[in-house]
């Protein structure tokens, strides 16, 4: 099974409303990083968050990660048509002598300008 | 901006062939990743390298897949022979090593379909 799931599966929401990713995971980890994915391209790395903090921001965007909860959230907000893409929550753990990055299935949101 | 390079963007080829994927990693990064993209499985990883040695393969099927990095500015990817069931999009990402706190860049991906 995955070890990061992301929920909803599909986000459709209108231009200007704000956006909000869920990701849950199942082992402890070294930190929890999002990234994007437009259509056709490769994943493109967003904002990472240590398991030490709680919260972080990078303009728009809103992440906070709750280790008890093994959980983590992405909020966009004011969202654009240009932000439609899949979102990936990607979860680094320490594995033998290096790290590990397992990512989960992806968030689709569709911003309808 | 630099970027991962990735070639080719598509190959499409009949079952039983071979085929050679191409990456170019970031300049400087010592870490290079391969992913595959499929709509049932997600992103999968096949292998990691560090400074050119393999760390982690476990995700790669060994008796068609092989990996290598030849030297710091080409990883390959290699299946043979090749079957339907590999179609998919292959990802490489290259990174700096940081104690697991660098994030990963990726290249456009091969997008593979086997006949």
């Known amino acids: 099974s995955q070890q990061g799931e992301e929920d909803p599966q599909a986000l459709s929401i209108q231009e200007g409303e704000n956006a909000t990713m869920n990701c849950s995971y199942k082992?402890?980890?070294?930190?929890l990083q999002w990234y994007r994915q437009n259509s056709g391209r490769g994943l493109v790395h967003l904002i990472l968050?240590?398991?030490?903090?709680r919260e972080k921001h990078s303009g728009r965007l809103r992440v906070t990660l709750d280790t008890s909860k093994k959980s983590s959230s992405l909020l966009i907000t004011a969202s654009r048509a240009a932000d439609t893409a899949s979102y990936f929550c990607a979860t680094v753990l320490q594995s033998g002598g290096g790290f590990k990055t397992i990512f989960g299935a992806g968030t689709r949101l569709f911003v309808k300008a | 901006d630099a970027r991962v390079t990735q070639t080719p963007r598509h190959k499409v080829t009949e079952m039983g062939q071979e085929v050679t994927m191409r990456c170019q990693p970031i300049l400087g990064h010592n870490t290079v990743f391969w992913y595959r993209q499929t709509m049932m499985q997600g992103l999968e990883l096949l292998a990691y390298f560090r400074n050119r040695a393999p760390l982690d393969d476990s995700g790669m099927p060994k008796d068609r897949f092989s990996a290598e990095m030849p030297d710091a500015t080409l990883a390959t990817l290699k299946i043979q022979p090749s079957e339907p069931r590999d179609s998919a999009v292959y990802f490489c990402a290259s990174g700096l090593t940081g104690g697991g706190n660098q994030p990963q860049h990726f290249g456009d991906g091969t997008r593979l379909s086997i006949l």
């Open positions: 968050i240590r398991s030490n903090e």
């Open positions: 082992t402890s980890i070294n930190n």
